[in-house]
């Protein structure tokens, strides 16, 4: 697996679109920490830990049938890494959806390093 990011993204765009409650990724720090900004974001149900395997189970919110993930995709990649100060991190749709950004204090949303002025590594937008 080279580029976890873009397949943990892949797979939780490609559950959503088909309607799918949950989504199973490895268990991997990148993927546990991305689960849980994007649980208490409350863009997700819940997180499990797959009893079998060495996975992750994630639960994907859905509001009238219609599901709160409707965009996601990665901004970095491993061969073009997107790094930003803290008074550069763009908005994304006028506040509708977030940025997930690497700080030196963890996997923070674009608002969260604002407010702490942290800049870091722009790993992807979620809407």
């Given at each position: 697996?080279?580029?976890?990011?873009?397949?943990?993204?892949?797979?939780?765009?490609?559950?959503?679109?088909?309607?799918?409650?949950?989504v199973?990724?490895?268990?991997?720090?990148?993927?546990?920490?991305?689960?849980?900004?994007?649980?208490?974001?409350?863009?997700?149900?819940?997180?499990?830990?797959?009893?079998?395997?060495?996975?992750?189970?994630?639960?994907?919110?859905?509001?009238?049938?219609?599901p709160?993930?409707?965009?996601?995709?990665?901004?970095s990649?491993?061969?073009?890494?997107?790094?930003?100060?803290?008074?550069?991190?763009?908005?994304?749709?006028?506040?509708?959806?977030?940025?997930?950004?690497?700080?030196?204090?963890?996997?923070?949303?674009?608002?969260?390093?604002?407010?702490?002025?942290?800049?870091?590594?722009?790993?992807?937008?979620?809407?």
């Open positions: 697996m080279r580029d976890s990011i873009s397949n943990l993204f892949t797979s939780i765009r490609n559950a959503s679109l088909v309607r799918c409650q949950t199973t990724v490895p268990k991997i720090k990148i993927n546990q920490k991305i689960g849980k900004v994007l649980l208490r974001q409350g863009l997700l149900n819940k997180i499990e830990n797959s009893s079998e395997k060495n996975c992750l189970i994630f639960t994907l919110k859905y509001k009238k049938d219609q709160l993930i409707t965009q996601i995709h990665p901004l990649r491993p061969g073009c890494r997107v790094y930003v100060p803290s008074h550069q991190i763009p908005e994304f749709c006028g506040k509708l959806g977030i940025i997930l950004i690497s700080t030196s204090r963890g996997i923070l949303t674009d608002r969260e390093a604002r407010k702490l002025s942290i800049g870091g590594e722009l790993l992807g937008f979620v809407s």
